[in-house]
Structure formats: C-alpha cells, structure tokens
C-alpha cells in the first residue's frame, strides 16, 4: 500500500505544480492527445524525490507495477530531448 500512496502524492502535487500555460504549449510541440501539466522536468525530480523521501517505497519492482497499472489521464509531465 506504501507504493498506492507514494504515486497519489507525487500526481496531487504535480497538480499543484501544473502551469496550464506551458502545457497548452507543450501538447501542441508534442503534436499528441495526450494530456500535459506543463511542469518542468526539475520540478517533476524534486517533487519524487521529496515525494519518496516522505513516503519511502516498498520495492521499486511493485511501484513500477503499481504506477503503471492506473495511470492517470491527465498526469504527463513536459520533457525535454538532450542533445
């Protein structure tokens, strides 16, 4: 059960950190229906790592399970290429 809680902190809070602004942008370049929050990639690591730190995993096997089994509709974070 820690995992199940681990992933809803982390999407509560990318939800707290979505700039809608920036995801309007982000979906067009992404040329995809998928939904975006628009949150930088060094905001989406802070938020795990304190996120994980706060409520440790029980095994990243099961979280990885875990967070894929229900993944949310509207939880992509914005990404960048590197060169």
Same mark, same amino acid.
């Given at each position: 059960? #820690? ?17 809608? #602004?920036?995801?309007?942008? /982000? ?36 979280? /990885?399970? /875990? ?11 914005? /990404?960048?290429?590197?060169?």
């Amino acid at each position: 059960m #820690a995992n199940a809680e681990l992933i809803a902190a982390i999407r509560a809070e990318l939800q707290v950190a979505a700039d809608p #602004a920036r995801a309007a942008g /982000t979906q067009a370049y992404m040329k995809s229906e998928m939904p975006s929050l628009g949150v930088r990639v060094p905001s989406v690591r802070r938020i795990v790592a304190t996120a994980a730190r706060q409520l440790p995993p029980a095994s990243l096997d099961g979280l /990885t399970l /875990t967070a894929s089994r229900k993944p949310p509709a509207n939880c992509r974070a914005e /990404t960048r290429r590197r060169a």
